[in-house]
């Protein structure tokens, strides 16, 4: 048996091995609850202590991670601040180079825009004294040009008034006066001891119109049958030269005469007569046709070549008069006188050359004072289209000058 003692009232009772085995049971199951209960208690506080201890440690270790990233960031914002300072400068500065390189380049296009503007004006001046000296060229030109034609007019106005005034006869024996004229007032100095007058002598049958000799120490050395023919416009039957050829020839031989002439105003529509004197000896020997104008320069032309041969013609009269061989002579001088018909025909040729230079230099100048009005009117143009330059029409379709510009205007407002 054991006693046990209440630990409330304080009375002992016995109990026997089995209820205290009982008791002893559920004593130990109650402080073993308790002691569990405890256990779990303090368990349980140490791991709230721990945790407690862990969260402090978690939040120490947080706020010493906070404060290095804060430092960090204060660092950070420390080099940012600079860095952010450093491209301020670099800002300032290309702002400051910006403004150097806009005022710079509003500098050149000023210089660029007066450069244009003097020249768009020195355009002007040219286009202007070009102006003027085409004016004056075409002044000069034109004043030579109607000078040379009213010449020629006035000179046509006199022949076909003459012609209109006068009867046919009249008409040739005008022609003959004005050759006489000529002879006798601007040749007669030149020839001193020469003949010329009218052909009187028809005892032959027929007599030329004038006969021209010319003497060097009372020795004849040349010779000239001259016929002068003309009619008027309104004569019914039109006579051509070849229609006189004849005539003039039997004339030359019936006188003893060397050079036969036709001086002609026939056939005025003729390019070969009116080209310069005309040499006919292919059909009649020594004979030419020419216009009154070539009267002078025919009969200077063939005195020229004859007084070369004086000497010889002297030495053949001489040996023909004493009966002498005069067969090389005659060869000598045949030679001479075939060489002057061939060079007097190139001097012909050339003659005639010279007279259509003349008039295609006429008809040159007449395209000259053409092109003078088109370059007056291309000059107009020209200075019309420099009076309407701007610069929107200088920069249209640049983009680069029109952005430019377009900054420049928005920098000067």
């Given at each position: 048996?054991?006693?046990?003692?209440?630990?409330?009232?304080?009375s002992?009772?016995?109990?026997?091995?089995?209820?205290?085995?009982?008791?002893?049971?559920?004593?130990?199951?109650?402080?073993?609850?308790?002691?569990?209960?405890?256990?779990?208690?303090?368990?349980h506080?140490?791991?709230?202590?721990?945790?407690?201890?862990?969260?402090a440690?978690?939040?120490?270790?947080?706020?010493?991670?906070?404060?290095?990233?804060?430092?960090?960031?204060?660092?950070?914002?420390?080099?940012?601040?600079?860095?952010?300072?450093?491209?301020?400068?670099?800002?300032?500065?290309?702002?400051?180079?910006?403004?150097i390189?806009?005022?710079?380049?509003?500098?050149?296009?000023?210089?660029?825009?007066?450069?244009?503007?003097?020249?768009?004006?020195?355009?002007?001046?040219?286009?202007?004294?070009?102006?003027?000296?085409?004016?004056?060229?075409?002044?000069?030109i034109?004043?030579?040009?109607?000078?040379?034609?009213?010449?020629?007019?006035?000179?046509?106005?006199?022949?076909?008034?003459?012609?209109?005034?006068?009867?046919?006869?009249?008409?040739?024996?005008?022609?003959?006066?004005?050759?006489?004229?000529?002879?006798?007032?601007?040749?007669?100095?030149?020839?001193?001891?020469?003949?010329?007058?009218?052909?009187?002598?028809?005892?032959?049958?027929?007599?030329?119109?004038?006969?021209?000799?010319?003497?060097?120490?009372?020795?004849?050395?040349?010779?000239?049958?001259?016929?002068?023919?003309?009619?008027?416009?309104?004569?019914?039957?039109?006579?051509?030269?070849?229609?006189?050829?004849?005539?003039?020839?039997?004339?030359?031989?019936?006188?003893?005469?060397?050079y036969?002439?036709?001086?002609?105003?026939?056939?005025?529509?003729?390019?070969?007569?009116?080209?310069?004197?005309?040499?006919?000896s292919?059909?009649?020997?020594?004979?030419?046709?020419?216009?009154?104008?070539?009267?002078?320069?025919?009969?200077?032309?063939?005195?020229?070549?004859?007084?070369?041969?004086?000497?010889?013609?002297?030495?053949?009269?001489?040996?023909?008069?004493?009966?002498?061989?005069?067969?090389?002579?005659?060869?000598?001088?045949?030679?001479?006188?075939?060489?002057?018909?061939?060079?007097?025909?190139?001097?012909?040729?050339k003659?005639?050359?010279?007279?259509?230079?003349?008039?295609?230099?006429?008809?040159?100048?007449?395209?000259?004072?053409?092109?003078?009005?088109?370059?007056?009117?291309?000059?107009?143009?020209?200075?019309d289209?420099?009076?309407?330059?701007?610069?929107?029409?200088?920069?249209?379709?640049?983009?680069?000058?029109?952005?430019?510009?377009?900054?420049?205007?928005?920098?000067?407002?």
């Amino acid at each position: 048996m054991r006693e046990l003692k209440c630990p409330k009232c304080g009375s002992v009772f016995s109990v026997d091995e089995a209820d205290y085995a009982s008791i002893l049971s559920q004593v130990k199951g109650a402080e073993f609850d308790a002691e569990v209960s405890r256990r779990l208690a303090e368990l349980h506080r140490q791991q709230q202590a721990e945790e407690q201890a862990r969260a402090a440690k978690a939040e120490q270790a947080w706020q010493n991670e906070l404060f290095k990233r804060e430092q960090q960031a204060v660092a950070a914002l420390s080099g940012k601040d600079k860095e952010i300072a450093e491209l301020k400068a670099v800002v300032n500065h290309n702002a400051d180079a910006l403004r150097i390189a806009v005022m710079q380049e509003q500098q050149r296009m000023n210089d660029t825009l007066r450069t244009k503007e003097n020249e768009i004006a020195q355009l002007k001046a040219d286009a202007q004294l070009a102006k003027s000296e085409a004016a004056v060229r075409e002044n000069s030109i034109k004043e030579s040009y109607e000078g040379k034609l009213k010449a020629a007019e006035e000179q046509v106005a006199y022949y076909k008034d003459l012609k209109t005034r006068l009867s046919t006869k009249m008409v040739g024996e005008t022609l003959e006066v004005h050759c006489s004229t000529i002879f006798n007032g601007e040749m007669r100095p030149m020839f001193p001891n020469a003949y010329f007058e009218k052909d009187n002598d028809a005892s032959g049958g027929s007599k030329g119109d004038f006969i021209f000799r010319d003497f060097v120490d009372g020795f004849e050395y040349i010779s000239i049958m001259f016929e002068m023919k003309n009619e008027m416009d309104e004569t019914a039957t039109k006579h051509k030269n070849e229609d006189f050829l004849k005539k003039l020839d039997a004339d030359r031989n019936a006188k003893g005469c060397e050079y036969a002439v036709l001086v002609s105003l026939l056939e005025p529509d003729s390019e070969l007569y009116n080209g310069g004197i005309v040499d006919v000896s292919y059909r009649y020997p020594k004979m030419y046709v020419i216009r009154p104008q070539f009267f002078k320069s025919m009969i200077t032309l063939l005195v020229g070549a004859a007084r070369k041969t004086v000497d010889y013609q002297r030495q053949l009269a001489e040996a023909r008069s004493q009966s002498i061989d005069v067969t090389n002579f005659e060869d000598k001088l045949m030679a001479f006188k075939d060489s002057f018909g061939r060079n007097y025909r190139l001097a012909s040729e050339k003659f005639k050359t010279a007279i259509d230079e003349i008039d295609k230099s006429i008809a040159h100048l007449q395209k000259i004072k053409e092109a003078l009005i088109g370059s007056e009117n291309n000059l107009r143009i020209a200075n019309d289209k420099a009076d309407a330059l701007t610069i929107k029409k200088l920069t249209k379709g640049n983009p680069t000058m029109m952005a430019k510009f377009e900054d420049l205007s928005g920098m000067i407002d």
